[in-house]
């Protein structure tokens, strides 16, 4: 469908020198046209998803592998259609282009910078070959940014896409008795949800865990609430600044990326001041 939040994007990318980006959209067969800046954006021959399946992971892949056919993109950032941004264009333009690593977590556990994650062993899929093995077994947020190196790497590993798409799947527990004479089925501890887990295992793989930051992502995401594998859905600007969400810690990590950044040279194009 169309992207929800389009008049916040557009607004975004409101008088940036369109040399700087580029946007690609996967919208599923038949949906309607996108609008804003998003409008013809659309990638030819897109990938029908469905939320916890493998169909997410190829058409990321299929993302991927279109933006890599134009030579000056050296960032790939992928964005959930519900998500908006909360610093201008040209902050995080310029705090993703002066760091050279990849904004994923495909660290080894026990790294000073590593964050165990929930569950993660739980949902290791007993069948896989020696190779794809613990040591490599990774989850990260399914929202990051990869340089182009990486981009290259995840995009093109049939092996390691195969043995997820086969092996890495949702597990259900036995229905259970839900409200009234409804029933209901539990997603299981042990559900396997290939975007959260493929592209950081493909990097660890092929040891690059090392030229990533080690962090989750760059999408804030609230699981305080978390039920029923989906976030927290911030309904209204209020609900959005009210809190700590605009913690002190928080706005001083995210600005101090910002002043790294200007300290730096960009790798490519450098936008204005």
């Not at 609900?239 to 960009?266: C, I, L």
Request: charge should be neutral; proline fraction near 7%; include cysteine.
């Amino acid at each position: 469908s169309v992207i929800p939040q389009y008049p916040i994007w557009t607004e975004f990318f409101k008088g940036v020198d369109v040399g700087l980006y580029s946007i690609y959209v996967n919208a599923d067969p038949g949906a309607a046209p996108q609008r804003g800046v998003f409008a013809g954006t659309e990638v030819a021959d897109p990938v029908r998803t469905s939320w916890g399946t493998f169909s997410i992971v190829r058409a990321t892949v299929h993302l991927l592998t279109t933006a890599l056919g134009d030579a000056e993109n050296q960032r790939f950032a992928l964005v959930s259609d519900n998500s908006i941004p909360l610093q201008t264009f040209h902050a995080v333009y310029c705090a993703l282009m002066a760091d050279p690593r990849s904004v994923i977590n495909a660290c080894a556990p026990g790294g000073q910078h590593h964050q165990p994650p929930h569950a993660s062993l739980e949902r290791f899929p007993p069948d896989f070959p020696t190779w794809l093995n613990v040591s490599v077994w990774r989850k990260s947020s399914q929202w990051w940014v990869l340089n182009r190196r990486h981009a290259a790497i995840v995009s093109h590993d049939e092996e390691t896409l195969r043995h997820f798409e086969t092996k890495c799947f949702k597990h259900y527990k036995d229905d259970v008795p839900g409200a009234g004479t409804t029933r209901s089925r539990q997603l299981s501890q042990k559900s396997c949800y290939g975007d959260e887990h493929y592209f950081a295992t493909s990097l660890a793989v092929r040891g690059e865990g090392g030229s990533t930051t080690c962090s989750e992502g760059v999408t804030y995401v609230n699981w305080d609430s978390y039920r029923t594998g989906h976030p927290r859905t911030f309904a209204s600007e209020r609900d959005v600044t009210r809190g700590d969400f605009f913690s002190e810690k928080r706005v001083d990590q995210a600005w101090g990326m910002v002043r790294q950044a200007w300290n730096h040279e960009p790798h490519t194009r450098n936008p204005g001041p």
